[in-house]
């Protein structure tokens, strides 16, 4: 079993470190799982995770990962321009102010 | 009434005049371009005597806006052949609008090979011999100034490139510490300055009136929505991604998605992205201790300080700074993975007055060219020095990549209108390409860099891998971006007001509540549209029509790894963009 390939930027950068983790982390799973009962399984705060790559692409966090993909969890606070060319809104409440 | 000062460098003359009627209310690029197409000859050669080069503040720039000190360049381009704005923020641009100053147009030239000072002062100023700085690199150069005119020294100057007329040489300003590290860096304007002899200017702020609102309360109702939109926003805020990790927190990110330029153009990921990054930048400073720092700011009240300043191992000053832009450049685009060859190599660009931009993508293609190997750092800084040393072959490579790439028969050179590709790969990231490709400026990021809140409305699908919708974004894209240039802010501000729309509100406030105008969110569209209408026409006297709105040929049939793909927007959708 190859297991998913995570990596985490930004403050979960950060966080990986502290727990002295590897980047990436080559996380085991039985089954297949989505982003987000991956991002679960590793103790990751939801709110510390704005957008999550799968092999390379933005997917939602209800995109299922299984063995041998690529994640990486990006935090709050990509500029805006690329989170918008990233495809990272598509993924979000359409939540345009206050 | 604001003034404009002329200083003509045939004449040695310095006079100052009221600003005429159309230019009251604008700034910044609205400002620079407008007085560039109506004064400068689009034919013109950009080193002759008919060009001009144009400073101005931005329209909020010297007052308590946050994060407004933005300095407007412009001229006719020597790189592109077009017209050129590049922006930076400094104290200089502060002073200047203090000063009273809406615009400094710089004239004439030289042809003795004489170089000149400009001192100028609250009633104009004057031209002074200043062959003791020849040659002298931007650190020296900064060194002598301060010793003259004292450690608060505020001032321009260009490095040796600049004099050497190449067309990579950008204009550096000081920084709140008197680094000479703030670049209006692209586009070749350092060449024009060095083209009329002018080494260097620095600013007396005695006696200055400075900046007055004409509505103080509108500007002070938008001031606090913009400041409370950019300390609340986890871009901006104080601990936040660009004050903790700088822009260089967009390696991996860009990286990931398979859009960082790699290798001149060949990938669009590098397997050594996660050591050039800014989370490898923030680690080094918190190792090293010393000198370095992250959350460093380029002017006095810029509230989200996303520079920094990068320590040796023993904790002494490396350089400042290290961005996005160019740990890519010099980093990935050249397969470099050592952050302190990279960051020898920005001391050495900001040294010789150089965009390191254009001098990244020049040595990729350089590499591509088989005069370097790609990550071989040491070869690179040789090749770098051979510009400060200006031998044949550092003049070929200070014309930037594409030049340097005709002269080596390259074929694979990242350049539109003859401008180096920054850090975003086109074919990965389709949108970022149409603003390269159609932005009167060349290749430019900046250019499309704001998301004005109403567009994550239709935004809500956009796949960076296709070609839908791109055109009709990029313009929009471009237009509030012109407008964010002309008011003076860092475009940084731009990034909270996608979520927090009252800050994009509390944005155009200021800018009503300094010149009494009574401009509506609509209204910044329309501007921006404005600005860059004058900018094509501009562009289409001086020959560079819709014809040269393409990208680099090989973007069309190379497929880039690791989503295979090419750059599929057609010459008739891009045609779109300014119909």
Known sequence: MSGIEVRAFGKLYFLFKERGWPSPKIVHIANPLTVDELREQMQIQREDVEAAFVNRVVEPFSFMVKEGDRVAFVPPGIPSIHRFNLGFYKNQPQDTGK | ?579
């Open chain 2, 1 to 579: 009434m604001k003034k404009l000062v002329r200083v003509n460098l045939t004449t040695k003359k310095v006079t100052v005049e009221p600003a005429p009627e159309e230019y009251q209310g604008k700034g910044g690029r609205w400002l620079t371009s407008l007085v560039v197409a109506e004064e400068v000859p689009a034919g013109c050669h950009p080193l002759g005597p008919n060009n001009k080069v144009i400073f101005a503040p931005g329209i909020v720039t010297g007052s308590s806006a946050p994060s407004s000190g933005r300095i407007s360049v412009g001229a006719k381009s020597p790189l592109t052949g077009g017209i050129k704005e590049s922006n930076a923020g400094t104290p200089f641009s502060q002073k200047l609008a203090r000063m009273g100053y809406q615009a400094l147009i710089v004239e004439g030239i030289i042809e003795d090979g004489s170089r000149w000072l400009l001192k100028l002062d609250i009633n104009g100023g004057e031209l002074v011999p200043a062959d003791s700085l020849k040659w002298m690199g931007t650190y020296d150069c900064a060194d002598s100034l301060r010793e003259t005119y004292g450690d608060k020294a505020t001032f321009m100057l260009i490095g040796p490139a600049g004099e050497a007329k190449m067309t990579m040489a950008g204009i550096a300003f000081n920084d709140p510490e008197g680094r000479p590290a703030r670049y209006s860096g692209r586009g070749g304007l350092g060449a024009v300055l060095g083209s009329k002899g002018l080494k260097a200017i620095i600013l007396d702020d005695t006696g200055s009136p400075g900046v007055s609102p004409v509505d103080q309360e509108i500007f002070k109702k938008g001031q606090k929505k913009l400041v409370d939109a950019i300390k609340t926003h986890p871009i901006t805020m104080a601990g936040g991604t660009l004050n903790a990790y700088g822009t260089a927190a967009l390696i991996n990110v860009l990286n990931e998605a398979g859009g960082l330029p790699t290798n001149n153009f060949r990938s669009g990921a590098f397997e050594f992205a996660d050591k050039i990054g800014g989370e490898a930048i923030a680690e080094a400073v918190e190792k090293r201790g010393g000198a370095g720092m992250m959350g460093h700011g380029c002017h006095p009240g810029c509230i989200i300080r996303c520079s920094n300043v990068y320590p040796k191992e023993d904790g002494s000053e490396h350089v400042s700074c290290i961005e996005y832009e160019s740990t890519w450049s010099l980093g990935a685009n050249c397969g470099i993975d050592n952050l302190d060859h990279i960051a020898e190599m920005i001391r050495i660009c900001n040294d010789l007055g150089i965009d390191t931009i254009e001098a990244g993508v020049m040595l990729g293609v350089a590499m591509e060219a088989g005069l370097a190997e790609f990550g071989d750092s040491e070869a690179a800084i040789k090749l770098l020095q051979e510009i400060g040393q200006r031998t044949p072959l550092g003049h070929i490579l200070g014309q930037g990549a594409q030049l340097t790439g005709e002269a080596y028969g390259v074929t694979r050179i990242p350049t539109v209108k003859r401008q180096g590709m920054p850090a975003y790969e086109p074919r990965a990231v389709k949108g970022i390409g149409v603003t390269y490709i159609t932005s009167p400026m060349g290749a430019d990021h900046t250019a499309g860099y704001t998301v004005a809140p109403e567009i994550v409305k239709v935004g809500g699908d956009v796949d960076p891998l296709s070609g839908k919708d791109k055109v009709a974004l990029s313009r929009a894209f471009q237009e509030t971006t012109a407008f964010i240039d002309a008011s003076g802010y860092c475009l940084f501000i731009a990034f909270p007001i996608l979520d927090i729309a009252s800050g994009f509100e509390g944005a155009v406030e200021t800018v009503n509540g300094m010149v009494g105008a009574n401009y509506s969110l609509d209204d910044v569209n329309t501007i921006g549209r404005e600005i860059l209408l004058t900018e094509k026409e501009f562009n289409t006297r001086a020959g560079i029509t819709s014809a040269a709105d393409r990208p680099p040929e090989f973007m069309r049939y190379e497929k880039l790894p690791p989503h295979n793909q090419v750059f599929d927007i057609t010459d008739e959708e891009l045609d779109e963009f300014w119909k």
